[in-house]
């Protein structure tokens, strides 16, 4: 019975010093940071040192202008957005039709350019001596070009006389293989007839 009652004891002695309070006193739980001469400099002289970019950054985000409150949607605000809409819309097929009207139109002009210049020719500035027939008072037509492209105007005044009792005979000769323009009136197709006031 006496060693039973020792160990009891001895038990109930021990536990005491085993047990841990869970309570942890502030301090200890929140320790503070000791306050030093360098980092009171440090932040003296904050504003003299450069400030980082990632705080420019904060910066800006944080000076941002805050967006204007968003307006109800109603069906009179709906119907503003649709028209706007409408009318983007409208600007843009606008835009794109004009587009393909130049491009066609250039197309056009420069198909045109190649035909005229592949079968067709200007003669201006027509002698004298050459206004007869269809060509009376001609000052300048238009002809159909027996070959492929080659030069698309010919100034006659350009070609001197050679002999003055054949003039059209040496005007043949110096066009050589562009005598047709001269010898077939046939293929004229305008004629640009001088003004009777014209002197």
């Known amino acids: 019975m006496t060693e039973v009652t020792k160990e009891s004891t001895h038990e109930i002695q021990e ?86 009207v130049l491009i066609s139109w250039m197309a056009a002009l420069v198909f045109a350019a190649i035909v005229f210049w592949a079968k067709f020719a200007i003669v201006y500035n027509v002698p004298p001596y050459m206004q007869q027939g269809p060509l009376h008072n001609a000052q300048a037509y238009v002809v159909l070009k027996s070959w492929w492209f080659g030069p698309p105007s010919f100034n006659l005044a350009s070609y001197p006389i050679a002999d003055p009792q054949a003039p059209i005979q040496s005007l043949v000769m110096q066009l050589e293989r562009y005598q047709d323009i001269v010898t077939n009136p046939n293929e004229i197709l305008f004629i640009l007839v001088k003004s009777k006031y014209e002197h």
């Open 15 to 100: 536990s005491p010093e085993s047990f841990q309070s869970p309570y942890v006193p502030r301090r200890l739980a929140h320790p503070k940071k000791p306050v030093r001469v360098r980092d009171v400099v440090k932040k003296v002289l904050s504003p003299l040192t450069p400030v980082s970019r990632q705080h420019e950054a904060e910066e800006k985000t944080r000076k941002a202008p805050v967006k204007p409150r968003l307006m109800p949607k109603t069906s009179r605000y709906r119907a503003r957005r649709r028209t706007k809409r409408l009318r983007r819309a409208l600007k843009l097929r606008l835009i794109k039709w004009s587009k393909r």
